[in-house]
């Protein structure tokens, strides 16, 4: 092949590569995987079921798609809640030994469940910035219009571009992915730090694997995820 086509080729090639769309790239941010470290503060070390709390909690992200997944007592327990932005939907699928619960929530309903977990509150931008797993990390405080729940201090990054990345959480007036904050749940207080950032190419499968789960309502859901916690806070 002589040199003039062997360029005219390599051009072809490169043509037919840009003409099938742009492919991932890790410096587009939209595409990963974050590693958080867990902490129950509430709990104390030598509490007998402190070794079946997860300690690790794993966010993959896809543009308008998120997953956070908590796993315990190799793999007895394990909780996967799914936020898509794209339809509006939003999943919690609890797995317990050889049972499996999922509730499904849609649209409107979304916002009203996640706010009668938590009083309203203001955002307060401090102006502080730190670093967290290698990103610049924005503090705020969250105010709370009740009294006698004490104010909050969350670190947030812009850096990894979800688009409203807490639109299905308690947090939905925070701009930013949350790489320092904490939530109660169940009567559970948890502490998350991102420990590790990595951006790849997440498969859609991920966000829909989930078979055999059975269908349950809000209520149903609380009460058997209250059973299970309830025995931490002896």
Same mark, same amino acid.
């Given at each position: 092949?002589?040199? +003039?086509? /062997?360029?005219? @080729? ?10 099938? !769309? ?9 595409? &990963? ?5 867990? %902490? ?22 896809? &543009? ?8 315990? &007592? ?10 898509? #932005? ?24 979304? #916002?009203?469940?996640?706010? /009668?977990?938590? *009083? ?6 401090? !102006? ?7 990103? *610049? ?16 201090? @969350?670190?947030?990054?812009? %850096?990894?571009?979800?688009?409203? *990345? ?9 701009? !930013?992915?949350?790489?320092? +904050? ?9 502490? =998350? ?5 990595? =951006? ?6 991920? =966000?829909?694997? @989930?078979?055999?789960?059975?269908? #349950? ?14 025995? @931490?806070?002896?």
């Amino acid at each position: 092949m002589s040199q +003039y086509f /062997r360029y005219s @080729f390599i051009i072809l090639i490169t043509a037919l590569l840009f003409a099938c !769309g742009k492919s991932y790239s890790p410096e587009d941010k939209s595409e &990963g995987k974050i590693i958080y470290h867990v %902490e129950y503060p509430d709990v104390s070390d030598d509490h007998f079921m402190k070794s079946f709390l997860p300690d690790e909690m794993e966010m993959v992200f896809q &543009g308008k798609k998120t997953m956070n997944s908590l796993k315990a &007592g190799m793999g007895t327990f394990k909780s996967d809640m799914v936020c898509n #932005l794209e339809d509006s939907t939003m999943g919690q699928y609890v797995k317990v030994f050889t049972k499996k619960y999922k509730l499904l929530v849609n649209g409107k309903d979304i #916002l009203p469940m996640i706010q /009668r977990e938590m *009083p309203d509150y203001t955002i307060e931008k401090t !102006g502080v910035t730190k670093y967290i797993a290698d990103l *610049p990390a924005e503090e705020v405080i969250l105010h709370f219009t009740e009294d006698s729940i004490p104010d909050m201090t @969350f670190y947030y990054t812009s %850096e990894i571009k979800i688009e409203n *990345p807490n639109w299905c959480t308690p947090f939905y007036k925070v701009p !930013g992915v949350l790489l320092q +904050y904490e939530y109660t749940k169940y009567g559970m207080r948890m502490v =998350f730090t991102a420990q590790k950032i990595e =951006f790849r190419k997440i498969d859609d499968e991920i =966000f829909t694997d @989930f078979k055999g789960y059975k269908e #349950l309502t809000q209520d149903e859901m609380d009460e058997q995820m209250n059973e299970i916690f309830e025995s @931490f806070n002896y």
